[in-house]
Each structure stands twice: as C-alpha cells, then as structure tokens.
C-alpha cells in the first residue's frame, strides 16, 4: 500500500552535506527511531542526480556501525564517526563520491 512507518517524519535536516557532486541535490529527508534503541533517532538523507541516487544516515553513534570504505557490486559505501555520530553513506556512485559526500557531512551550526 506504500504507507511509511508510523514513525518516519519529513522533516528540515538538522545536518547538511557541503561537497555534493555537480547535478546532485537533496531529494528526500526523513528522521525515525531505531527499533533497537529507545528513543534514538536515524536520520536519513537522500541525494540525486536524476540518475544515481545516495543515502547519508546519521544515527548516534555505537560500535556495531561500518567503519571505514566497503562495496558490493556496484554499490559503495562509507562509515565514519564524527563526535557522538556514526556517519553512513551508500550509494551506486564511484568509491571517490561517496569519500567525498561523507567527509563533507556537517552539523547544521
């Protein structure tokens, strides 16, 4: 029926990404809560140029997330911590792209 999670909301990011590559804009944003953890929040970005499309999620940060560079097929992907945040960007975009949008993630000041 493609309802959403009764728990995802719209919403004005409380973070921004400072490189994205030409043609890319912000598509879609959405922050809900972990099922595994309560009360804390993902949230989730979503980046596009019409063609490739990659996500950026930022949840509060624990030892479990990717760290580091990794890919599957074509698909390339990114996690690094910044202060108490795990940082994650997956994308079908080259291994540079997605080194590029994840060390531009920033807090909205």
């Given amino acids: 029926d493609g309802a959403r999670a009764p728990t995802a909301t719209a919403t004005t990011s409380d973070w921004t990404v400072t490189a994205l590559p030409p043609g ?14 309560a009360g804390a929040e993902v949230e989730h970005l979503v980046f596009s140029d019409g063609l490739a499309t990659v996500s950026v999620y930022i949840e509060p940060q624990d030892e479990s997330g990717l760290a580091g560079a990794s890919s599957m097929g074509a698909v390339n992907a990114l996690g690094l911590r910044q202060a ?15 080194e590029r949008i994840g060390a531009s993630v920033q807090r909205r000041p």
Avoid: K
């Fill in 24 to 37: 890319f804009m912000l598509t879609h944003s959405n922050r809900h809560a972990l099922p595994s953890s």
């Fill in 84 to 98: 108490e945040h795990q940082i994650t960007v997956v994308g079908e975009v080259p291994q540079l792209t997605v």
